[in-house]
C-alpha cells in the first residue's frame, strides 16, 4: 500500500527523523506495541520500524528512525508531499495493558519514542505512568515534551548531566523502585525499550525485586510474518520469534547474549552498502 508523508520533523538532525504518514486502515487497528515493515523501491530491504503514536480520527500514523544504514539513509531523502512505495502493518502482538497501578516505562535513544506509544496506553487504562528516560546528553533526548503530556512523572538522565541525573537511565530506574518501596507503593511492571544492552540491564536490575519486566526487542526482520527466522530469540526454554511471537517479551527469559550476537550478523554487508549508497548520493 503506497503511503504520502504528511510532515517531517528532524529531531536530530542528520541522525533522527519523525515521520506522520497519511495511513488511516493503520491507524484504526494499530495498538500500543505494534510495528510496521515500509519498503521505499522495489528492489529495497524492508524496514521494522515501531509506531510511536497514532491519530485514528486523523487516519494517521508517526514514525521515529534512526539513521544507522543504507536503508534509512534513503528514507531520510523523503520529505513531507513524497510517498512511501509501500506499507504493511500493524504488524506483532500488541502489548498486553491492564490496569495494574505504578508503571515504570524505561527509554533509551529512538526508543524513547517507540515507548511513547506503549506509555500512552498504560495511561489511558488509568496507571500512574512514570517515565525514565535516558540520552548521552539534553540534545539528544526525545520525546520529553510528549512523554510530560501523558505522564505523571518524567524522570531524565544523561551521560554528560547536561540535563537531570548525571549518570545512566539504569541508576535514576533504581532511586525511582527505592523510593517507590520506601513509600509502600506497589509497582506493577516496567516496561524497556531501547538499546539491547541498556534492556538488559534493566532486566538484570529488577530481577532481585520480582517486579514484572517486559522488553520490546529490536531484532533483525526481512519480512515480519515469521517465515525468515531472522528475528528468533531464545526466551526461556523455547524459540521465539519477535515478529509474530514479540516483540514483546518477559524480560527475565531473554537471552541477550544470544541477541547481541544475532545483531551483528550483517553488520559487514551494511557497513558495505551504506558506504555504497553515501558515494552514489556524492557522485550525483
Same mark, same amino acid.
Not at 497519511?22 to 529495497?44: H, S, T, V, Y
Not at 506483532?92 to 524505561?106: D, K, N, S
Not at 547474549?257 to 553515501?278: A, I
Given at each position: ?50 509506531? &510511536?503514536?497514532?491519530?485514528? !480520527? $486523523? =487516519? ?6 534512526? @539513521? *544507522?544504514?543504507?536503508?534509512? +539513509? ?39 519514542? &517507540?515507548?511513547?506509544?506503549? !506509555? $500512552? =496506553? ?6 500512574? @505512568? *512514570?517515565?525514565?528516560?535516558? +540520552? ?54 516496567? @516496561? ?93
Amino acid at each position: 500500500m503506497a503511503v504520502p508523508i504528511l510532515h517531517k520533523r528532524k529531531l536530530i538532525p542528520g541522525r533522527v527523523s519523525e515521520l506522520v504518514l497519511e495511513a488511516p486502515q493503520i491507524a484504526a487497528k494499530a495498538e500500543p506495541g505494534n510495528f510496521i515493515i515500509l519498503r521505499l523501491a522495489d528492489d529495497g530491504e524492508r524496514i521494522p520500524l515501531t509506531i &510511536a503514536d497514532t491519530d485514528a !480520527a $486523523k =487516519g494517521t500514523i508517526t514514525l521515529v528512525y534512526l @539513521v *544507522v544504514g543504507k536503508s534509512t +539513509a534513503h528514507l531520510e531523502t523523503f520529505e513531507a508531499g513524497d510517498t512511501i512505495l509501500d506499507v504493511c502493518g500493524p504488524l506483532g502482538r500488541p502489548t498486553h495493558i491492564e490496569p495494574v497501578g505504578t508503571v515504570l516505562c524505561v527509554g533509551g535513544g529512538t526508543g524513547i519514542a &517507540a515507548m511513547h506509544h506503549i !506509555a $500512552k =496506553g498504560h495511561q489511558l487504562a488509568g496507571n500512574h @505512568v *512514570v517515565s525514565v528516560i535516558g +540520552a548521552r546528553s539534553e540534545d539528544l533526548l526525545l520525546f520529553e515534551k510528549e512523554l510530560t503530556a501523558i505522564s505523571a512523572e518524567v524522570l531524565v538522565a544523561t551521560d554528560d548531566g547536561s540535563r537531570g541525573h548525571k549518570g545512566l537511565v539504569t541508576e535514576v530506574l533504581e532511586q525511582r523502585i527505592q523510593q517507590g518501596i520506601e513509600a509502600g507503593e506497589s509497582i506493577g511492571e516496567i @516496561v524497556a525499550v531501547g538499546p539491547v544492552p541498556m534492556m538488559r540491564a534493566v532486566a538484570e536490575l529488577t530481577r532481585p525485586y520480582g517486579i514484572k519486566t517486559t522488553v520490546s526487542l529490536n531484532s533483525i526482520m526481512v519480512d515480519g510474518i515469521g517465515m525468515c527466522g531472522s528475528c528468533r530469540v531464545t526466551v526461556g526454554d523455547a524459540v521465539r520469534f519477535a515478529c509474530v511471537d514479540g516483540p514483546e517479551f518477559d524480560a527475565h527469559q531473554v537471552d541477550f547474549e544470544e541477541m547481541m550476537r544475532r545483531q551483528c550478523t550483517f553488520s559487514e554487508q551494511e557497513k558495505l552498502s551504506y558506504d555504497h549508497f553515501c558515494r552514489k548520493c556524492h557522485h550525483d
